[in-house]
């Protein structure tokens, strides 16, 4: 069975500190999809990066990157100069050859002031 | 990115009323779009996949006759929770899928009284 584990269920990080998060998965698939989505307050999924497992170079956007290390299938999130904002449930996916996601279960970042 | 609305976003009924969920893909024509269910500090579950043009596809433990699911365009899938019960009541999230990435809507929160 494709699994997604986030190991840590809550963090909290200083303002303009880097944090990063974990995420390891398990599937059989040699091409997939992998995702970090962040559930602010509101409730609103909001996409923040992707990574396609083919590609070796790891995603990047603006503050927000990844490493992904296929082989050992683990695909964590450095997030760099936190922001107030970016407060939020953050969820690992993999999306799979049938186009589902599976989520992991989150990981709750508190950026303090 | 792309952008996905629901409606409504709150929803308050009695026990034994249908409630009709909308999810619209607004600036893309998702041909597949997937509802979740939510429960409060948990991850999003996947209920079912919904398909323009035919039957839904509904994942294991959920029932279709209790969730019906319409995507009879390429632009709205309908939620329809029959005969509600207060164990229905969840934070309901739908997501259209444009190439490999989904895009959620804003989700609804359903209250069974």
């Known amino acids: 069975a494709q699994t997604v584990t986030q190991s840590q269920p809550e963090m909290s990080v200083q303002e303009a500190e880097t944090v990063t998060l974990s995420c390891t998965y398990d599937?059989?698939?040699?091409?997939?999809?992998l995702f970090w989505y962040k559930q602010p307050p509101s409730r609103q999924m909001i996409l923040v990066i992707r990574?396609?497992?083919?590609?070796?170079q790891n995603a990047t956007e603006n503050r927000f990157s990844v490493n992904f290390q296929k082989a050992a299938k683990s695909f964590s999130l450095k997030i760099s100069d936190s922001q107030l904002g970016d407060t939020a449930m953050y969820f690992c996916?993999?999306?799979?050859?049938?186009?589902?996601?599976?989520f992991g279960k989150g990981t709750r970042l508190h950026i303090l002031p | 990115g792309a952008v996905v609305s629901q409606h409504p976003s709150w929803v308050i009924c009695k026990s034994g009323t249908s409630v009709k969920i909308e999810c619209r893909s607004l600036?893309?024509?998702?041909?597949?779009m997937f509802w979740y269910r939510q429960f409060p500090k948990q991850s999003l579950m996947l209920m079912a996949t919904?398909?323009?043009?035919?039957?839904?596809?509904?994942e294991q433990g959920v029932e279709k006759d209790k969730f019906l699911i319409n995507h009879a365009s390429l632009t709205l899938s309908t939620l329809t929770v029959t005969s509600a019960h207060p164990e229905d009541s969840s934070f309901y999230i739908c997501s259209g899928a444009q190439g490999e990435t989904q895009y959620f809507g804003p989700g609804t929160r359903l209250l069974v009284l």
């Open positions: 990574q396609e497992a083919y590609k070796q």
């Open positions: 996916a993999f999306m799979n050859r049938d186009d589902k996601i599976i």
């Open positions: 919904s398909n323009e043009g035919s039957k839904a596809t509904y």
């Open positions: 599937t059989s698939e040699n091409n997939y999809y």
């Open positions: 600036d893309f024509q998702a041909t597949t």
